[in-house]
């Protein structure tokens, strides 16, 4: 059942940063993309047989992306290089990048290495290079600064 749990989780991930490069790129409004994906592009459910995507979980980085974007846009850009911007990132990467920084500072009740290991593995999803390891990097830079009691770093060590 654990493992069921998961795999619904990783399918709510990915979702949701399909939806997020939709609503960036299409400027979508959310409610739209949401009702679009939890009715048309999830698999149908009847209660013999449950969903193969966690929608509840979906909905909330969806939204949480959404309600926290610009706070979660200036970490981002915090761990950006100075020769980047936000707004020069790949969209994927940008989505990927927006959903794992709303889990690491809004979801304590996921472990922060669960969070950018589903991330890292969504970039090798749709990058072969250097992305993947960007996304690693990154979001455990940020991980570390946010969660640091559960790295065991403690005061100036961050």
Not at 24 to 49: A, Q, Y
Not at 86 to 106: F, N, P, Q, V
Request: with cysteine; net charge negative.
């Amino acid at each position: 059942m654990e493992n069921n749990h998961h795999k619904r989780r990783s399918r709510a991930r990915m979702a949701a940063v399909q939806a997020l490069y939709q609503m960036d790129v299409g400027g979508t409004p959310i409610n739209s993309v949401i009702s679009e994906f939890i009715d048309f592009r999830f698999p149908s459910t009847d209660d013999e047989k449950p969903s193969k995507v966690d929608a509840n979980f979906f909905e909330d980085i969806v939204k949480g992306v959404v309600q926290f974007q610009s706070n979660i846009d200036k970490d981002i850009a915090e761990h950006l290089s100075e020769k980047w911007s936000l707004k020069r990132l790949d969209m994927t990467l940008r989505a990927i990048m927006r959903a794992g920084c709303y889990e690491i500072s809004r979801r304590p009740d996921i472990p922060a290495l669960v969070i950018i290991d589903e991330y890292v593995s969504i970039a090798a999803d749709f990058f072969e290079q250097s992305e993947p390891a960007f996304v690693n990097g990154a979001l455990d830079a940020y991980a570390k600064k946010i969660r640091a009691a559960e790295f065991g770093l403690t005061g100036s060590a961050v």
